[in-house]
């Protein structure tokens, strides 16, 4: 009986991939499924995608970069998806132009979900086999990929559903967004010297948060709390969107052509202020961190506090002593290469290195961040002027 | 037995209507039956509009203009469709801008039939009794607007399908766009003289067919068949698109920014000519009348042949010598008012007059175009760079 | 003595026209003597050309088409000067396009004047001897083109020293704007039945003046006056900016988008109302004709008199009856050719014809033209949004 | 003989900077000595500012930010001025858009040199008594500014005639271009360590450059000669402008839309590349540095040669091994703040700090900097497409 010699008492390294590759995969079907067909299809501005395209974006990863280059035997599911389905590879082919997603009526999402299962099927196949470190980490790399878009459904289909006339409710029960009660805000004192940032350690991260490295910070005060909405709004009162002092050139422009008055989603109504949220339309909570500001109105509001935001090495020096998860949280710090930074030769290299001009990193994690998927050492990166996703505003000094 | 003594020989003039509302109602729904749900709700380009838009747009129309004037006991389905389905009508309320129609997940088309439903019911309900001449008119109006928007349905529809990546079929086969078997080149002689132009009669009409006037025509030729794809790939080869001294400058300034080098639709393949149809992608066929052009290519053609377009009056005086039917015509004519025109009071005289300037007539009808909506007198109109209809050309000189 | 047998008694075709050439040419410096060197070269709108192109446009026009073909002995000043001066003759190769007409400093204002005076040297040389009727033909054209942009300089002059924010007179003496008193409100009838129109004699005319053709106009009536500023003003009292129902569907995107609330160069101070003239910032004088407004304001202040504009035919017809050269005109008719209009071959083919699309005509002259330019056969054309000319309103009903 | 008991053996302070004020005053006036009068008054791209502008702008901040402040009997010369000439100073009232400036004929340059006198006479006035520490700075402040507006003359004085279709010499005997020979490649190796940026020392520099801080770099190689043309056109030759792997997504959108294949002023005629520079257009010198690039196409370019750009905090340290003032150097860094920026009240806080987010930071001196303008810690920022400056590579590894 030797099968009883060698229990697995450990699930196998493929084992747990499969496992983590099918729980992705399943949350993402679980975010779109409060949805309407139609809710899937729309485009309603250039920076949000239809879930549709996301539910076969996240699929063609998989297909494209790991089933036709490692599994011989793979029947491509249709190979006009490589045109509907890349984002921005430049080395995978052309693509549809990211602002005309939403004219696309087909694929059907039907037809799309019977993709994913073409595709998940392949890829349980894949995992049945042991795995070389490579493809083991092209697939840790399709389910974080997957998590991001993850983030980016959540915050798409808040868009979408946000920006209709009717204003219709993803949920009216579901409290994601409403995060645990505030702490008092106070503040932790960081002292002068030489600090370690960037990734260290043998489980996932993206390549941009590689080359830990040190850097020498002088001595600073961060909060441990973040902005409330309370707090935004004593700003709002005090005349903050109409005095040019507190803004950046290009923020002030932003403010003025764009009508800016507050955050996105927000509207004042008999003098009382509401706004959307996946629930629907409701008065805004003073205790909840403030949410859905631009870097422009994070950087106005520290100046009108007599503060400044964190750079990114502050933050993450810091960041022990924050709470976890409530906020994307803008930084100072431009998105840029860490020293040693090497782009991966191919299509995966072209995941982060070539984003690195005007934009801003920001830190932390939202809650539509998915569960393992944010690490103190994450970068993220937005345009200055881009507040549909949960952004927020913690201080320095 | 009194029943005898009165049978109704004759449907009463409501009865009549009931049957065209019905009939009218039923055929919007055929034209969409083969569609997927994701194809109701997008919007490709600003000139064309989701087809679930047509679909509560005509219903929008019954409502508003009817219903809610003349029906004391009836209750709006929904006051918000007010501002989803407007289309342009400054009387009756803020509204959704064109280009922004497909940004609209909600109403589903589900919802969006239902109110098709209640409206239909509430429809018949007050043609249950007898109609003042005001009334009856607003409801055939109602008609001959759902008709316009079946053409609309049409065109939008091949526009939708035929922008996809998948180049997906409407259905395969379908011959609507196929014309009957041309009648080899003639034209017939108009002399010189007075000839009325406009609508006279009992029948309905727009406001822009009205007012019947006397117009001087000198002595004339027109032909009675239109331009076939062969004469228009003559112009093609003859290198047609990049020889300015034909055309307009304001279109020439279209064709170099645009990059123009065919009718809509068409792909040059191994020197063969393909164009997409509601059929799928097919092989030009020579012998049928070209269409999808804009004006700037019809009279870019006229001038290559040595000819010209007729004006909208030499048209309707040669069109009892036509065939009917086949494509909408493009005419050197602007689209102004005839004499005497005036609007009528309220929304209603939105219809017509307010695009009086800046546009083209076009005359005849199209494959496209609802039984019983044509007539000699329909005018038509479209800015000049427009060529997602079934347009056509016939010559003068 | 022979030479008293052959008295000259009447001076020859040739020196006719040598007189018309020079009195033209020095007329065109003359309209520019009051300026800075600085005025000539600046362009604040596309549609707005530098003084000095004008000088040196019309220059190249006479070089381009006259000296260079029927000179032999003719010496180019500078053959990089075509593209500089060309307007928009494709037949005559490449040009700067109209929009950056304002970039360029050089050549300078002193080498234009040199440029002007080597052409006139040479024109005149030509004109000594006899002119076959085709070159006759050709020179009187190139007068009436210089005409044409006289008109032009005043307008872009005015538009220059206008949008100046320090305002500087052109001439604080002239008086060019101000038209004689103006006669009573009155109308003329005219009967139904067949009109001529077109132009019938031996003197120049345009090509889109020929092709003297029967019209057919029912019974109208057309006003003798202009309308005044003081009738004007009771619109704007009115809220006619402010109401969509007197305005065409692109009008008023036209007046929302551009924010129009009154004729170009008017701002009301202090409840009065003053305008821009080429005497610089004075109160607007009540019974002047209204000038600077655009067709769909003409058309507005139409609709909202219960009147309508003139057709271009109605208006040559009634022509006759009316006061001469006070304004620009705007008829309701649009710029399309006559019957049995045909292009001229080559260059000068490109005069009007390219044109005939989405414009409207207007009739009449203005303070702005040039003795002996203006004509009751004449036809100019703007695109409806424009009004930097001296544009006015005559009403029909 | 008092006077010889107190000889003043140094000139006072005030001396030394009416003698600086009176240099740069008089500099500004010497590169605009061989200008066209024409050549003063447009503004071919939005970037560029008309040199007569420059000249009134300079002279302006002097008037506005010290005379009207600090010399209780000055006459302002002309209130509207401030309208005119103010840059973009939101303290100081509204301003003509930069994008409107070549649009201004008035005032004329005359004028401008009139006002120019004017203002000087009140500052020597001024400067004849002893001056208090902040108004002494804002003074040295003025002339750094004049000195840098001297740079932007240069550079849009070439631009100006640089793309004028008769291609002008500015000085077909200037020099100014032309560096000294360079040293052949080689490169210094920075240790590892903390270094320390920033300015310190008692004359004048920036505010953005205060704050001197320590920073921690790891150990470099830099490059001490700069890029020259022949190793550029071996990029060039490669395809470098054809390929997407080396460049940032923003830049390969910036080169396909915008057709760039070359830097700024270069143009390939049989084989040979040539290029605008102020003596008119010239072969291309291979050993000179290239210059006109963007820092996109700096990056590509460090991305092909498997090195890349430098942090400004690297070039800092490294600098005093650099030869001097040859170009402007593209560095991999944000402009950002320093650790400690704060800024100063009033108008003068807007110089630096309002323009801190999307834009990179240049370092060193180009020839068209003005003497003792330039500094080590000197920060110069544009936004990464621009290139009329004469920005150039330096590789660091």
Not at 163 to 175: F, G, M, V
Request: aromatic share 16%; hydrophobic share 35%; charged share 20%.
């Amino acid at each position: 009986m030797p099968a009883i010699l060698t229990p697995p008492t450990q699930p196998s390294r493929e084992a747990n991939l499969t496992a983590q590759f099918l729980s992705v995969r399943k949350l993402t079907e679980e975010i779109c499924a409060p949805l309407q067909t139609e809710d899937y299809v729309v485009q309603p501005t250039g920076d949000v995608s239809p879930p549709k395209w996301h539910l076969g974006h996240t699929t063609w990863f998989f297909e494209t970069l790991i089933l036709k280059t490692y599994r011989e035997c793979y029947a491509e599911y249709n190979p006009n998806f490589n045109f509907v389905f890349n984002s921005y590879y430049e080395s995978l082919g052309t693509r549809v132009v990211r602002t005309q997603r939403g004219n696309l009526s087909r694929p059907t999402v039907d037809e799309i979900f019977r993709y994913r299962k073409h595709v998940d099927n392949a890829m349980v196949a894949l995992l049945q086999q042991p795995l070389a470190d490579d493809l083991h980490y092209l697939i840790t790399l399709g389910c974080h990929h997957e998590q991001q878009h993850q983030e980016l459904l959540w915050t798409d289909i808040k868009f979408i559903l946000g920006h209709n006339p009717l204003l219709p409710a993803y949920d009216e029960n579901i409290h994601i967004e409403i995060t645990a009660p505030p702490s008092p805000p106070s503040s932790v004192a960081m002292m002068e010297g030489v600090y370690e940032i960037g990734y260290e350690g043998d489980a996932f991260c993206y390549d941009n948060e590689l080359g830990r490295h040190k850097v020498y910070l002088p001595s600073y005060a961060i909060a441990t709390s973040l902005i409330t909405n309370e707090e935004y709004l004593a700003f709002i009162a005090d005349g903050g969107y109409r005095n040019f002092v507190h803004w950046h050139a290009e923020g002030w422009d932003w403010v003025k052509t764009q009508g800016i008055e507050a955050p996105l989603y927000w509207y004042r109504q008999h003098d009382q202020w509401f706004h959307y949220t996946l629930r629907g339309f409701v008065p805004v909570d003073l205790q909840q961190p403030v949410t859905h500001v631009s870097y422009y109105e994070a950087a106005a509001f520290a100046v009108w506090s007599g503060k400044r935001l964190p750079t990114e090495f502050e933050w993450e020096a810091a960041a022990p002593n924050f709470a976890w998860g409530h906020r994307w949280e803008w930084t100072e710090s431009a998105y840029l290469p860490y020293p040693g930074f090497v782009r991966a030769p191919g299509a995966v290299g072209e995941y982060n290195g070539k984003f690195m001009v005007n934009q801003k990193v920001l830190r932390g994690a939202s809650a539509f961040t998915s569960p393992e998927h944010g690490r103190i050492t994450y970068r993220n990166f937005f345009h200055p002027h881009l507040r549909w996703q949960l952004t927020g505003i913690r201080l320095a000094h």
